[in-house]
Protein backbone atom coordinates (compact mmCIF):
# COMPACT_ATOMS: atom_id res chain seq x y z
CA UNK A 1 0.00 0.00 0.00
CA UNK A 2 1.07 3.91 -0.57
CA UNK A 3 1.80 6.38 2.54
CA UNK A 4 -2.28 7.71 1.70
CA UNK A 5 -3.49 4.53 2.17
CA UNK A 6 -1.11 3.96 4.95
CA UNK A 7 -2.35 6.46 6.82
CA UNK A 8 -6.07 5.43 6.19
CA UNK A 9 -5.57 2.25 7.68
CA UNK A 10 -3.90 3.11 10.70
CA UNK A 11 -5.16 6.76 11.67
CA UNK A 12 -1.64 8.18 11.68
CA UNK A 13 -1.28 11.32 10.15
CA UNK A 14 1.22 11.58 6.94
CA UNK A 15 3.46 13.96 9.12
CA UNK A 16 3.78 11.45 11.69
CA UNK A 17 4.68 8.43 9.89
CA UNK A 18 7.45 10.20 8.17
CA UNK A 19 8.78 11.50 11.36
CA UNK A 20 8.78 7.81 12.93
CA UNK A 21 9.88 6.82 9.80
CA UNK A 22 13.41 9.16 10.54
CA UNK A 23 13.51 8.09 14.30
CA UNK A 24 13.59 4.18 13.40
CA UNK A 25 10.49 3.15 14.92
CA UNK A 26 9.01 1.27 11.63
CA UNK A 27 10.61 -1.08 9.59
CA UNK A 28 11.80 -0.01 6.36
CA UNK A 29 9.48 0.53 2.98
CA UNK A 30 10.08 -1.26 -0.32
CA UNK A 31 11.36 1.36 -2.40
CA UNK A 32 9.83 1.76 -5.63
CA UNK A 33 11.22 5.31 -6.52
CA UNK A 34 13.15 7.77 -4.77
CA UNK A 35 10.12 9.62 -3.44
CA UNK A 36 7.71 6.53 -3.54
CA UNK A 37 7.63 3.32 -1.04
CA UNK A 38 5.33 0.93 -0.39
CA UNK A 39 4.48 -0.84 3.14
CA UNK A 40 3.00 -4.02 3.88
CA UNK A 41 0.88 -5.20 7.17
CA UNK A 42 4.06 -5.16 9.07
CA UNK A 43 3.83 -1.34 8.81
CA UNK A 44 0.27 -1.52 9.99
CA UNK A 45 0.83 -3.23 13.32
CA UNK A 46 3.39 -1.16 14.20
CA UNK A 47 1.84 2.10 13.59
CA UNK A 48 -1.22 1.01 15.70
CA UNK A 49 0.61 -0.37 18.16
CA UNK A 50 2.69 3.27 18.13
CA UNK A 51 -0.69 4.83 18.17
CA UNK A 52 -2.35 3.02 21.32
CA UNK A 53 1.07 3.69 23.17
CA UNK A 54 0.66 7.81 22.34
CA UNK A 55 -3.05 7.78 23.35
CA UNK A 56 -3.11 5.18 26.46
CA UNK A 57 -5.62 6.45 29.01
CA UNK A 58 -3.11 6.24 31.53
CA UNK A 59 -1.46 8.55 29.85
CA UNK A 60 0.31 8.88 26.42
CA UNK A 61 3.68 7.70 26.09
CA UNK A 62 6.73 9.73 25.63
CA UNK A 63 8.55 8.79 22.12
CA UNK A 64 11.30 7.55 24.29
CA UNK A 65 9.24 5.50 26.17
CA UNK A 66 7.60 4.20 23.02
CA UNK A 67 10.83 3.71 21.53
CA UNK A 68 11.75 1.98 24.91
CA UNK A 69 8.14 -0.51 24.70
CA UNK A 70 8.81 -1.05 21.09
CA UNK A 71 12.79 -2.76 21.79
CA UNK A 72 11.26 -4.60 23.95
CA UNK A 73 9.04 -6.01 21.78
CA UNK A 74 10.90 -6.73 18.86
CA UNK A 75 13.06 -8.87 21.65
CA UNK A 76 9.49 -11.03 21.65
CA UNK A 77 7.93 -9.41 24.85
CA UNK A 78 3.86 -9.10 24.47
CA UNK A 79 2.86 -5.64 23.86
CA UNK A 80 0.80 -5.34 26.52
CA UNK A 81 3.26 -6.98 29.41
CA UNK A 82 5.98 -4.59 27.39
CA UNK A 83 3.84 -1.33 28.22
CA UNK A 84 3.12 -2.04 31.76
CA UNK A 85 7.19 -3.40 32.49
CA UNK A 86 7.38 0.54 31.38
CA UNK A 87 4.97 1.97 33.41
CA UNK A 88 6.10 0.59 36.55
CA UNK A 89 7.95 3.58 38.92
CA UNK A 90 11.54 2.58 37.72
CA UNK A 91 10.37 0.31 35.05
CA UNK A 92 12.36 -1.61 32.91
CA UNK A 93 14.19 0.51 30.39
CA UNK A 94 13.37 3.96 31.49
CA UNK A 95 16.14 6.66 31.71
CA UNK A 96 14.02 9.31 32.62
CA UNK A 97 16.09 12.42 33.81
CA UNK A 98 15.01 14.40 36.62
CA UNK A 99 13.74 17.49 34.70
CA UNK A 100 12.13 14.95 32.68
CA UNK A 101 10.33 13.65 35.72
CA UNK A 102 9.19 17.25 36.44
CA UNK A 103 7.52 17.64 33.16
CA UNK A 104 10.50 19.87 32.03
CA UNK A 105 11.32 19.65 28.36
CA UNK A 106 13.50 20.97 25.01
CA UNK A 107 11.18 22.05 22.42
CA UNK A 108 13.15 19.09 20.55
CA UNK A 109 11.18 16.97 22.51
CA UNK A 110 7.84 18.25 22.55
CA UNK A 111 8.43 18.19 18.22
CA UNK A 112 9.64 14.66 18.05
CA UNK A 113 6.96 13.30 20.69
CA UNK A 114 3.69 15.25 18.47
CA UNK A 115 5.60 13.20 14.64
CA UNK A 116 6.36 16.92 13.63
CA UNK A 117 9.98 18.45 12.34
CA UNK A 118 12.29 20.80 14.55
CA UNK A 119 11.92 22.95 12.07
CA UNK A 120 8.33 23.30 12.21
CA UNK A 121 8.32 23.63 16.04
CA UNK A 122 10.68 26.05 15.83
CA UNK A 123 8.64 28.31 13.50
CA UNK A 124 5.39 27.54 15.70
CA UNK A 125 7.55 28.95 18.83
CA UNK A 126 8.73 31.92 16.87
CA UNK A 127 4.74 33.09 15.41
CA UNK A 128 3.60 32.86 19.25
CA UNK A 129 1.39 29.58 18.49
CA UNK A 130 3.81 27.21 20.73
CA UNK A 131 5.00 29.03 23.49
CA UNK A 132 6.44 27.49 26.69
CA UNK A 133 7.68 28.80 29.72
CA UNK A 134 10.46 31.49 30.76
CA UNK A 135 13.38 29.31 31.97
CA UNK A 136 17.10 30.39 33.09
CA UNK A 137 18.40 33.24 31.17
CA UNK A 138 16.81 33.42 27.68
CA UNK A 139 15.82 29.91 27.78
CA UNK A 140 12.28 28.44 27.23
CA UNK A 141 11.09 25.22 29.08
CA UNK A 142 8.18 23.16 27.75
CA UNK A 143 5.74 20.90 29.73
CA UNK A 144 2.52 18.40 29.19
CA UNK A 145 0.52 21.50 27.87
CA UNK A 146 2.56 22.65 25.30
CA UNK A 147 3.49 18.81 24.39
CA UNK A 148 -0.45 18.17 23.84
CA UNK A 149 -0.83 21.49 21.63
CA UNK A 150 2.01 20.67 19.87
CA UNK A 151 -0.43 17.18 19.07
CA UNK A 152 -3.25 19.65 18.22
CA UNK A 153 -1.07 21.23 15.85
CA UNK A 154 0.54 18.73 14.40
CA UNK A 155 -2.83 17.31 13.49
CA UNK A 156 -3.94 20.40 12.02
CA UNK A 157 -0.93 20.61 9.40
CA UNK A 158 -1.39 16.83 8.12
CA UNK A 159 -4.23 18.36 5.95
CA UNK A 160 -2.40 19.55 3.02
CA UNK A 161 -5.11 22.53 2.81
CA UNK A 162 -3.23 23.96 6.08
CA UNK A 163 -0.42 25.92 6.07
CA UNK A 164 1.46 27.45 9.43
CA UNK A 165 1.01 30.81 8.77
CA UNK A 166 -2.99 30.20 8.22
CA UNK A 167 -2.67 29.73 12.54
CA UNK A 168 -0.33 33.19 12.60
CA UNK A 169 -3.64 35.64 13.09
CA UNK A 170 -4.71 33.33 16.04
CA UNK A 171 -1.41 33.66 18.06
CA UNK A 172 -1.58 37.33 17.04
CA UNK A 173 -5.09 38.23 17.80
CA UNK A 174 -4.87 35.97 21.53
CA UNK A 175 -1.63 37.94 22.32
CA UNK A 176 -3.46 41.44 21.66
CA UNK A 177 -6.31 39.92 23.80
CA UNK A 178 -4.09 39.01 26.71
CA UNK A 179 -2.06 42.83 25.89
CA UNK A 180 -5.32 44.24 26.73
CA UNK A 181 -6.48 42.59 29.09
CA UNK A 182 -3.52 43.25 31.43
CA UNK A 183 -4.09 47.02 30.49
CA UNK A 184 -7.60 46.61 31.71
CA UNK A 185 -6.49 44.71 35.18
CA UNK A 186 -4.33 47.73 36.10
CA UNK A 187 -6.55 50.26 35.04
CA UNK A 188 -9.56 48.48 37.40
CA UNK A 189 -7.38 48.07 40.41
CA UNK A 190 -5.83 51.58 40.18
CA UNK A 191 -9.53 53.11 39.37
CA UNK A 192 -10.55 51.00 43.18
CA UNK A 193 -8.23 51.45 45.28
CA UNK A 194 -5.79 53.92 43.80
CA UNK A 195 -2.47 51.67 43.16
CA UNK A 196 -2.72 47.88 41.81
CA UNK A 197 -2.99 44.85 44.20
CA UNK A 198 -1.59 41.68 42.60
CA UNK A 199 -4.81 39.97 44.78
CA UNK A 200 -7.57 41.77 42.54
CA UNK A 201 -5.60 41.24 39.10
CA UNK A 202 -5.99 37.22 40.01
CA UNK A 203 -8.91 37.59 40.65
CA UNK A 204 -9.86 39.45 37.48
CA UNK A 205 -7.90 37.20 35.03
CA UNK A 206 -9.50 34.17 36.68
CA UNK A 207 -12.65 35.67 35.54
CA UNK A 208 -11.44 36.92 32.25
CA UNK A 209 -10.10 32.95 31.57
CA UNK A 210 -14.31 31.95 32.61
CA UNK A 211 -15.37 34.79 29.83
CA UNK A 212 -13.00 33.41 27.53
CA UNK A 213 -14.55 29.89 27.83
CA UNK A 214 -17.96 31.04 27.57
CA UNK A 215 -17.91 33.27 24.61
CA UNK A 216 -15.89 30.68 22.90
CA UNK A 217 -18.57 28.12 23.40
CA UNK A 218 -21.41 29.89 21.99
CA UNK A 219 -19.06 31.74 19.06
CA UNK A 220 -17.34 28.31 17.84
CA UNK A 221 -19.48 25.98 16.07
CA UNK A 222 -20.03 22.95 17.79
CA UNK A 223 -18.35 19.93 16.53
CA UNK A 224 -19.98 17.64 14.40
CA UNK A 225 -20.92 13.55 16.24
CA UNK A 226 -19.06 11.35 15.33
Known amino acids: MRMRELAAAT??????????????LLPPAEKTAPNSALYGEEHVERLKLIRSLRTDELGPLPLVG???????????VEPDVAAALYSLPGGVGKTASPDARRGARSLSDVAHDAGM??????????SGLLLGRAGPGESRVFDEADAAAARVLADLLSHEAIRPTDLDPIAELVSELVRYERVLASLITARADG???????????QGLHVLHTYLFSRLLPEPADG
Open 195 to 205: GESSERQSALF
Open 117 to 126: SLSTARALHG
Open 11 to 24: GVSRTAIHHYQREG
Open 66 to 76: VRQVLDMVDRG
